[in-house]
């Protein structure tokens, strides 16, 4: 027979920890980031509505986001190259919980995309919208939501999201698990 | 494989300078590395059999920095690590690769982008144990370390501030002929004995200024380096040591240096470093210099002041000590320094260092220190065999 061991003592309390066990400091640290060469070019495109990648002749790839070296040839890449902005999904994900781990009532569309005119696996991660969960699927075209041009800064945020494209009606994708 | 030898097969730099807005910190780690592939005449996507990058988080501003340095290196898809420490100590674990036999060709790569840290003087209060010594120096330049390690040295060996003056006299005079420097001056000691103190008694001209810049080395066994390059230059040993990080039990000898020193010199088969040509010590503090050459045995202690002061250490002197600069003549370029100290030995021996070439130079010795508040160094001998 299993002997019963009495708990002894108690849990410390929030107050308590604070008494003796914890010493608290908010460290101040700052950083300001150049963007770069690449990015500068791709940010200043955004403000202007354009989609830039810069172009690899050795494999044939356009990298966006763009950068000046090619990671899988070494080498520095060759040419600015505007996207139509278009693309296709290549995965995502449907976000119920925020970053205090509480449940989202309408959920986040996180996801990749493969832009039209480049090369699958060098598109971008962007969020997705007007679209619901049961009609979202990998292969979906897809379109930027913009900002306005008066409120675009030049930063990844100035497409609001990409929704389904007009035109290129989706198909439903019956194998996904419906949620209830 | 503990025979096989270990040679400096390449080396690529970025100038340094103050600030890099012009580019991201992988463009610049680019630039560096694809001068060094060229240099060692090798192609790192399929000639290197393992990466390695030394950097300290919260130098960069995020975390698990690891993950965004292979593009720039070569190293997408390889083996590759980083070293949370100094360039001299991710040297070391190249060599130890090399030596293992398993590796023929490592990369290590040390920068600075401290210009884009804009509370370099909090991040460094971080590091400062947090529950002791963290709450004392609240409101202080942490820096002030510095002064308690200079006077304690002062005192006990009997040195002069004038004498730690004379470092930042010939070392910013020194960095005139290093195109790569920065901070170069025409000072005499009275310049720097007239200027403010910052810590007591330590002066601010006798603190390395901060500087940007990216330094790859490419090593290789000594076998392979000698087939593809008619100028090796040998990594003859190497150690490494770290004290105590308390503050009230600190040295006033820089043991980390000494201690660090005697494992590279067993490894080199050094019995007397007077022998060395070319040295190479880190200087973030002009006494610092001083304290780390007698802690090397190249000067006994409370004489290394003196002979500095007279120029025995000079161009024109005995021997050279930071013929590049130094870190108060290039920049004090964060974990990258080791390697800009190891790089001016390298071009020394392969004899190209253009205006500031020493003559004949056979051996050197890169030494490191990672700065306050704690001791950690790093010591690495180099030769070209004749």
């Known amino acids: 027979m299993k002997e019963t061991v009495k708990p002894r003592g108690k849990p410390l309390s929030g107050e308590e920890m604070k008494q003796v066990c914890h010493v608290v400091a908010r460290p101040q640290v700052k950083y300001a980031w150049a963007v770069g060469v690449a990015m500068s070019h791709f940010l200043a495109g955004l403000k202007q509505g354009k989609i830039l990648g810069r172009t690899c002749v050795q494999c044939e790839r356009i990298l966006v986001p763009p950068r000046m070296f090619c990671e899988r040839c070494y080498r520095t890449t060759d040419e600015w190259v505007e996207l139509p902005g278009t693309g296709v999904i290549e995965t995502f994900s449907i976000s119920y919980i925020d970053t205090d781990a509480n449940r989202i009532k309408e959920p986040i569309f996180v996801g990749v995309l493969a832009f039209d005119g480049a090369p699958p696996h060098s598109g971008i991660m962007h969020y997705f919208g007007e679209v619901s969960q049961d009609a979202i699927h990998i292969g979906m075209p897809v379109e930027p939501v913009w900002k306005p041009g008066g409120e675009r800064v030049g930063a990844i945020t100035d497409i609001k999201y990409f929704r389904p494209r007009e035109g290129a009606r989706p198909s439903s994708n019956s194998k996904r698990r419906k949620r209830g | 494989m503990n025979n096989r030898d270990v040679a400096v097969l390449g080396v690529g730099y970025t100038n340094f300078n103050s600030v890099t807005p012009e580019v991201n910190w992988k463009e610049l780690m680019f630039e560096a590395a694809q001068k060094a592939y060229q240099d060692a005449g090798i192609d790192p996507r399929t000639d290197v059999d393992s990466f390695i990058t030394c950097a300290e988080d919260f130098w960069e501003g995020f975390s698990i920095f690891d993950e965004f340095t292979p593009d720039q290196l070569g190293a997408a898809l390889r083996p590759m690590h980083t070293v949370s420490g100094d360039g001299l100590q991710g040297l070391a674990n190249a060599y130890m690769q090399i030596k293992t036999g398993l590796f023929d060709i490592v990369v290590v790569e040390a920068h600075s982008k401290i210009s884009e840290l804009l509370t370099y003087e ?108 008619d100028r090796p230059v040998y990594v003859e040993g190497i150690g490494w040591c770290s004290e105590s990080p308390w503050i009230g039990s600190r040295s006033s000898d820089a043991a980390y240096v000494k201690r660090a020193a005697q494992m590279a010199y067993r490894q080199a088969g050094i019995e007397n470093p007077q022998l060395i040509d070319i040295v190479e010590v880190d200087d973030q503090f002009a006494f610092k ?98």
């Open chain 2, 122 to 229: 909090d991040v460094v209060q971080l590091s400062f144990d947090p529950i002791y010594e963290a709450p004392l120096s609240k409101g202080v330049h942490p820096y002030y370390v510095g002064g308690l390690e200079m006077r304690e040295y002062l005192e006990a060996t009997g040195t002069t501030e004038e004498q730690c003056a004379a470092v930042v006299v010939q070392n910013k005079r020194n960095a005139f002929c290093n195109p790569l420097a920065e901070f170069e001056a025409q000072l005499e000691v009275d310049d720097v004995m007239n200027s403010r103190y910052a810590f007591d008694p330590l002066k601010a001209l006798e603190i390395a200024p901060r500087a940007d810049g990216a330094i790859v080395f490419v090593i290789a066994g000594g076998e392979i380096a000698r087939s593809l390059t």
């Open chain 2, 289 to 386: 210099a001083l304290q780390h050459l007698e802690a090397l045995g190249l000067a006994r202690p409370g004489e290394a002041g003196y002979l500095m002061a007279e120029g025995a250490f000079g161009p024109q002197g005995q021997r050279a000590v930071n013929p590049s600069g130094g870190s108060l003549g290039c920049g004090h370029l964060m974990e990258a320094s080791g390697l800009a100290r190891a790089l001016e030995g390298v071009l020394q021996l392969r004899g190209e260092a253009g205006p500031r070439q020493v003559e004949d130079a056979l051996v050197g010795v890169a030494q490191s220190w990672r700065g306050l508040p704690h001791g950690t160094g790093a010591v690495a001998i180099f030769s070209r065999r004749e």
